[in-house]
């Protein structure tokens, strides 16, 4: 099931390291993310598996000693833009991420056709070239803002 985007909007997915950088460490680089969310002009999804792996991640005692961790806010930001959908297919043999827990983001940004996965992610970013023919731009928040922010 794919999901529909409304004509302003593009799909994206977010790397738990992306979602990270916004709303934890308040990155500068995930501004033009939040403004794009905020006006609709994309449309972020996500599965159940993506909401786990967020969580576990910041559940870790050591993390959560290390860095002052607003959950209410993290779970607003999630419960505000993220749009739950079912686990996406699995992705061609080409596009078959090293690490196996990254598989869920190239899996769910192939099935559904989104323009962009944002990540920091190694393993994910090594796939930009194998994804590129079906229309997913693999690359850090970085990049997305430079190509589309409005300014």
Not at 95 to 120: E, M, N
Request: glycine share 2%; proline share 6%.
């Amino acid at each position: 099931m794919s999901v529909p985007s409304t004509p302003a909007s593009v799909l994206v997915v977010l790397d738990t390291n992306v979602v990270m950088d916004g709303w934890l460490f308040h990155h500068p680089a995930f501004n033009v993310i939040a403004a794009a969310l905020a006006d609709a002009r994309v449309r972020w999804i996500a599965t159940q598996a993506m909401r786990d792996e967020l969580n576990h991640v910041l559940d870790r005692a050591a993390f959560n000693s290390r860095w002052s961790v607003d959950r209410q806010a993290i779970d607003r930001a999630w419960h505000d833009h993220a749009h739950i959908v079912m686990t996406a297919a699995s992705a061609p043999a080409r596009c078959r991420c090293s690490d196996p827990d990254d598989q869920k983001f190239i899996d769910l940004a192939l099935a559904h056709r989104c323009q962009w996965l944002l990540t920091r992610d190694r393993a994910l970013l090594r796939l930009a070239r194998a994804a590129r023919p079906y229309g997913v731009a693999i690359v850090p928040p970085e990049r997305f803002a430079l190509a589309t922010d409005p300014a």
